[in-house]
């Protein structure tokens, strides 16, 4: 027996390319990403959207991943308001803000973009420890590892936009 799509899995096969590509832009800022997985519609499952978006992911040029990574706020820094960037930076400690401020702009000022992590789950330590060890890395090496936690980042947020009943905030 085949199981139903979830209600949110449904509100994004069955939206009007405006609203899915809405949606799409809330999980990830690139329009290259969101375009991909729109065309994919209809899924029949989680995993056949997280397939897509690993695909999508895969295939992003260096501009799509640049503008994937500049909708992302600094790590320690959540966007005021928005309850996605401040749920998945819930690790940070205040006494580990200013530190992570701090290698972020060096960070930015070698890379020229924030430094971009899975923060879910992870603790203001881990994300510094990380920090760290990436700041040095050279740009083809940063740019890999950047794409790699975009993608996880995309998957957990795909997951939260299909289980999520519409009527629920996300």
């Known amino acids: 027996m085949t199981s139903r799509p979830s209600s949110g899995l449904v509100r994004l096969n069955e939206a009007t390319a405006p609203a899915a590509s809405g949606l799409l832009h809330e999980v990830c800022a690139s329009r290259f990403w969101g375009a991909s997985l729109a065309a994919g519609r209809p899924y029949a499952c989680l995993d056949d959207l997280l397939a897509a978006s690993d695909a999508a992911m895969a295939a992003l040029a260096a501009d799509d991943l640049a503008e994937a990574m500049a909708g992302h706020p600094p790590i320690g820094r959540p966007k005021p308001g928005d309850p996605i960037s401040a749920r998945e930076q819930s690790g940070v400690q205040e006494s580990e803000r200013e530190e992570l401020l701090r290698l972020n ?65 996300s």
């Open 105 to 169: 702009l060096a960070y930015q000022d070698i890379h020229g973009h924030v430094f971009l992590i899975c923060a879910t789950g992870l603790t203001g330590g881990q994300m510094l420890a990380a920090l760290d060890a990436r700041i040095g890395n050279d740009a083809d090496t940063e740019r890999e590892i950047v794409r790699t936690e975009l993608g996880k980042i995309n998957r957990i947020r795909l997951t939260r936009l299909v289980e999520t009943p519409e009527e629920e905030p």
